[in-house]
């Protein structure tokens, strides 16, 4: 909206013109929604308290780990609701919502976000730690992850023949052509990228924290793709509608920020499915609006782990009848080892900060 109100006194109000740069208009949906999460936030959390929407606490084998998190037992879970609102809310404020790529993004996120509220929803009806049934959550999620596919194969960010194609991290002029096939390959990345972060969402700031780092990733890579001279420098793909992607993850950041606030250690309130489905999916689509579809798995490495952990673990105990790990996803294996959720939390935090690192250096390095 103040960008079209920009365009449009322009000519009367000159200074108004800054709020027409992508990078300005980033900046001013970071710390609204920041702000809005901080006015908003304790009015989420009394209304969730008052409609008794508490976390339910799974009893799992390990019977120390539940003693651990038992006193986490009813506080306040579908706070995903406060980062969907205020991000939707800073978004129609900063962006220029004629940009079909952010239309996109927020679709994509919208969608998951009511995938993972009904999730919340009917666990919380069934009074039961589980909620959708794997096929129902699955299939949400693999419809978005398919509709995704079919717009950027159908209706390209890029000229042909790189719109089908991916590109390699660390090698130059080198992609992968993929087709028709590229319509599943994003399908995957959604379907993978949102249940990384949902695996992660296990130990207060945890999840949030990684993603906040994640999300601050491909909004750089976001900016650096929109811009020609840039793109020509570095050798990758341009993508001049991708600025608008960066007001989109200047939104997410600031929410992130302000959900945080609210859900460090001691958490006051839990993102539960309605949040982590839709940061995770949000990822996701950066990574293909960008074409920078495998640095995902360096951007989101800890989310990587998180969910490798649990497939180990499952493999193994089905086809071994053995377990590698303690408990899985791995920070709990940490947490029965004896370390203080806030020292699993913050190692973890560093681990993503270093592959948020390591996933920009892939840009210049080929």
């Given at each position: 909206m103040l960008h079209y109100l920009a365009v449009h006194f322009v000519s009367e109000v000159s200074s108004l013109n800054v709020l027409t740069y992508h990078t300005v208009r980033?900046?001013?949906?970071?710390?609204?929604?920041?702000?809005?999460?901080?006015?908003?936030?304790?009015?989420?959390?009394?209304?969730?308290?008052?409609l008794k929407i508490g976390q339910i606490i799974k009893r799992d084998h390990v019977e120390n780990l539940h003693a651990l998190h038992q006193g986490k037992a009813g506080t306040p879970t579908m706070g995903g609701a406060l980062i969907l609102l205020v991000?939707?809310?800073?978004?129609?404020?900063?962006?220029?919502l004629s940009n079909r790529l952010l239309v996109a993004a927020m679709l994509v996120f919208v969608a998951l976000a009511a995938i993972g509220f009904v999730d919340d929803w009917l666990a919380l009806r069934k009074k039961h730690n589980t909620g959708l049934s794997a096929k129902g959550k699955f299939g949400g999620q693999i419809v978005v992850g398919l509709m995704l596919g079919l717009y950027l194969f159908y209706f390209p960010v890029t000229d042909a023949p790189r719109h089908a194609a991916v590109e390699i991290p660390f090698l130059r002029e080198i992609v992968i052509p993929l087709g028709i096939l590229y319509v599943l390959f994003v399908m995957v990345i959604i379907v993978g990228s949102s249940n990384?972060?949902?695996?992660?969402?296990?130990?207060?700031?945890?999840?949030?924290?990684?993603?906040?780092?994640?999300?601050?990733?491909?909004?750089?890579?976001?900016?650096?793709?929109?811009?020609?001279?840039?793109?020509?420098?570095?050798?990758?793909?341009?993508?001049?509608?991708?600025?608008?992607?960066?007001v989109f993850g200047g939104a997410l950041l600031g929410a992130g920020l302000g959900f945080l606030w609210f859900n460090s250690h001691p958490a006051e309130v839990f993102m539960g499915d309605t949040g982590s489905l839709a940061l995770g999916g949000t990822m996701g689509t950066m990574a293909c609006m960008t074409k920078q579809e495998l640095v995902l798995l360096l951007v989101g490495g800890l989310f990587v782990l998180e969910a490798a952990s649990v497939i180990l673990q499952v493999g193994s105990y089905k086809l071994r009848g053995k377990r590698i790990f303690r408990m899985a996803p791995i920070h709990h294996h940490?947490?029965?080892?004896?370390?203080s959720e806030t020292k699993v939390v913050t190692r973890f935090w560093i681990l993503a900060l270093v592959f948020a690192l390591m996933s920009l250096a892939t840009l210049k390095l080929r």
């Open positions: 980033t900046g001013g949906a970071a710390v609204t929604a920041f702000l809005l999460s901080l006015i908003l936030g304790p009015f989420i959390i009394r209304s969730l308290r008052a991000t939707v809310i800073s978004v129609l404020l900063w962006a220029r990384g972060v949902n695996l992660t969402d296990g130990l207060d700031g945890l999840a949030i924290g990684a993603s906040i780092i994640s999300i601050l990733a491909y909004t750089a890579i976001a900016y650096v793709v929109s811009r020609a001279d840039w793109s020509s420098y570095l050798f990758i793909v341009h993508v001049p509608e991708a600025s608008e992607l960066t940490f947490e029965l080892m004896g370390w």
